[in-house]
């Protein structure tokens, strides 16, 4: 074991711990419970509110996987990563105050209380829970894995200590704290990673020599990894491009993110947050997946992608600080799952348990089963980890893609244009679905796009065509 | 019952068409620069801070520019409005309820 890097990644859990626990004792009782242990009052600042967004999207793919395939593939997967920038501003603007006003005028928690007040049907709340319960959950099982993963290459422990420590570590917090220890955390979590960027890039430009040799370097081996179209020549524009709607704009999509944009205390909150999110998203894009393409300089000959980050920077870096650009994957992967734990968690409660089975339910009760249904999901995942069954693996697959063909229309429409009503919104999520799955498992890729844009223009047509059937159009003037 | 939209909804809705703009500006950058400078031989790439041009423009200066135009969008142009109260007051020309 090298006990240089685990102290530094020690250090940052317990520190995280610690927050996360402390930031619990604030939950309030009372009438406004839901309220404040899912969305934490409504109360986030500008730099919260960015470095929640930022981190929760941001995953373990963002700081391992990405820059993996970029020392693979050079600067046309940089390129391609830069699509994800439009993330950074484009949900917070298109959802807009609208989205946050609405959401106070109806008292709304959830993304599934927006579409019941919009939609007033329970098929949409019941379809819109389902996906959001089983694709979340897998997609969750897999980030999971990951942490577990992480862990064990760097400490040398056991993949199920290691998933017990990562595990153990998240749950307390979030069962304990709720929306405001996820998100606390969560800022904590984007500074470590952003810290992880810069001293990660400064080490790999150092330990090459400077860009200019690096780069010729690069073009010296394979000129290719220094076009925008990747060293095998495999990235199209279109492709390319398609990535904009996967990793881009499609993300207001996500519930996990789109949950976000009701959380903000006014208008100021969310204008810094743009800012702020911008910037952010941009830089850990485009350090980390320099970093990655640099890396091929200086440890040429990696085969497994997913090993590129890890030893880049045990090679560039003294111990303590790779033990701090380490924690940067790991703090990705906890704030992205500590916020899916609490959106399910939510769905089960507040939509499906307090909607359809006991509206009526006293608020201590409500207060312990929010407690009780986040442990008992955040245990059943711990379980589903140690051994991820195939069906769970296979479901991740559509967890993104799936999850924003679904939703993507519902709520953007359902902001925007009234004639909207639940037969095209019902249509929309499940074409969106749908045809996500089967084209992803019988034509991916389809045209040299990326599967996702299909799906999401077909549900684009579903939810128009539904929506000049009969159907109720809202009749209150909330929307 | 109420006639009308809530004026904050305008205000909403201008600024969710100039968040869109942006990041339709935004790809045509990227898109511009990306495959505009980089589809060129290699040979006749030129360099800048040791960067191919195509890819200083498009991802770094992008980066750098479009981080800019956000800050001047919501500084500017983006209102700030009151997310609480029930009856906010109708400004100048606003909506009669």
Known sequence: MNWDVILPLAFFLILVFLVGIYTSRHIKSGPSFLQDYFLAGRELGGFVLAMTMVATYGSASSFIGGPGAAYQLGLGWVLLAMAQLVTGYFTLAVLGKKFAIVARKINAVTLIDFLKARYESKWVVILSALSIVIFLFSAMAAQWVGGGRLIESFTGLSYTTALFIFSGSVLVYVIAGGFRAVVITDAIQGVVMVIGTVIILAGTII???????????????????????????????????????????????????S????????????????????????????????????????????????????????????????????????????????????????AIIKDVYINYIKPDAEEQFVKKLSFGITAVVGLSVFAMAIHPPDLLIWLNLFAFGGLEAAFIWPIIMGLYWKRGNANGAIASILVGVGSYMYLHLNYPNLWGMHTVVMPIVLSFFAYIVGSFTKGDRPQTNTF | MKKGTDWRYRVSNKEAIMG???????????????????????????????????????????????????????????????FDTEEPKPKEGGDVR
């Open chain 1, 259 to 346: 949950v976000r944009a009701m959380s903000y205390r006014n208008a100021k909150a969310m204008h810094r947050a743009m800012i702020i999110g911008t910037f952010v998203v941009g830089f850990i894009m485009l350090g980390m997946h320099l970093a990655g393409v640099f890396g091929r300089v200086i440890l040429p000959g990696i085969d497994v992608p997913d090993k590129v980050m890890p030893l880049l920077a045990l090679e560039v870096l003294p111990g303590w600080l790779a033990g701090i650009v380490l924690a940067a994957p790991l703090a990705a992967v906890m704030s992205t799952v500590d916020s899916v734990l609490l959106l399910v968690s939510s």
């Open chain 1, 207 to 257: 330990a090459g020599g400077g860009i200019e040799n690096i780069m010729g370097e690069l073009r010296a081996e394979n000129p290719n990894l220094i076009t925008p179209f990747g060293s095998d020549q495999s990235l199209t524009p279109l492709y390319v491009s398609s990535f904009w709607i996967l990793v881009g704009v499609g993300v207001v999509g996500l519930p996990q993110i």
């Open chain 2, 20 to 82: 869109t703009v942006l990041a339709i500006l935004n790809f045509i950058w990227w898109y511009a620069f990306a495959y505009g400078l980089g589809g060129r031989p290699v040979k006749e790439y030129t360099y800048i801070l040791g960067f191919p041009a195509w890819f200083f423009y498009s991802c770094i200066v992008g980066f750098v520019v479009f981080t800019v135009l956000v800050w001047i969008m919501v500084k500017f142009f983006f209102k700030e409005v009151p």
